[in-house]
């Protein structure tokens, strides 16, 4: 999503720099962006189709080459069945090559094995997001960082995997040192530098967490009644259920409770609680410590409840926002 300026000089790329009108990084560049012109000059770039012959490498034509894939397509296909075929495809990829993957390989060729490695890093947050709302995409945007003060980070080295976010977000911390961030996650990282609070989690023990957090929202009055009246649902994963019934399930997750599954102190998970409870807007934001994981679908729905409960949402500097 980020916005480059490319500077070239007799045919060749010689330097590059953000785009300041660009309106995800506004100039900004992490070291992946900042080198990206040097990948196009690299000495071991591939610019043309390599077949291996006798052992080495040697230079083909495209219609050499893709020839040599069609046949072996149909060799392996005549040989083992079309399921000995697979595709597997990438989120760099656009929705038109994708499309025209799956044509193929679904369509044609007749195998099921498509594949790609969103579904690793994303699936989660997809079910979450449907699951929840209805529909795969976060109700905020990247404006809202500029309205929020206080974020949550859960299983997020945001420094390093996000940095042109990161800076987003000491940005607004030093416009607004009033501003808050909290961390929930195994790891100490980077990203602790501008940490307020850091929960160290035990690996795979957060879903309680944020059921406590949830528990002590409501145990305290820190809920919107009135947007929880107007536009929240209660189910149990299967059948409706109703707002009591659901304060009943919440009795459980007590932050003594959540403390000694999760390894962190009690009064910790009081003081995240009443923050975020207390703010007048917050951001969570998280990526592949919640996504990759058999019970990521699950944590992505306790995040967004703890949105819902807080009526945080739809509204400037509030989001429940995968990064």
Known sequence: GCGVMLGVKDGKPFGIKGDSENTINKGLLCVKG????????????????????????????????????ASKFKEIKEKHGPDALAFYGSGQAETEE????????????????????????????????????????????????????LFLLIGSNTSEAHPVLYDLLVSRKKKHPNTKIIIIDPRKTPTNKIADLHLQVLPGYDLAIVHAIAHIIVKEGMTDEKFIAE?????????????????????????????????????????VARMFGQSPTAMTMWTMGVNQRVAGVFLNNLI???HLLTGKLGKPGCDSFSL
Not at 106 to 118: A, L, M, Q, R, S
């Open 34 to 69: 900042f080198y990206l012109h040097k990948m196009i000059t690299a000495k071991n770039r591939l610019l043309y189709p390599m077949i291996r012959k006798n052992g080495k490498l040697e230079r083909a034509s495209w219609e050499e080459a893709l020839n040599l894939v």
């Open 98 to 149: 994708t499309y025209i993957a799956n044509k193929l390989f679904k369509g044609h060729i007749g195998t099921n094995n498509v594949e790609g490695n969103p579904r690793l890093c994303m699936a989660s947050a997809v079910g979450g997001y449907t699951t929840t709302f209805g529909a795969d995409e976060p109700i905020g945007t990247y404006e809202d960082i500029k309205h929020c003060e």
């Open 231 to 271: 536009s929240v649902n209660f189910n149990d994963g299967k059948n409706p259920i109703t707002y009591d019934e659901y304060k009943k399930f919440l009795e459980k997750y007590t932050p003594e409770y959540a403390a000694q599954q999760c390894g962190v102190k009690a009064e910790d998970i009081v003081k």
């Open 304 to 306: 967004h409840n703890l």
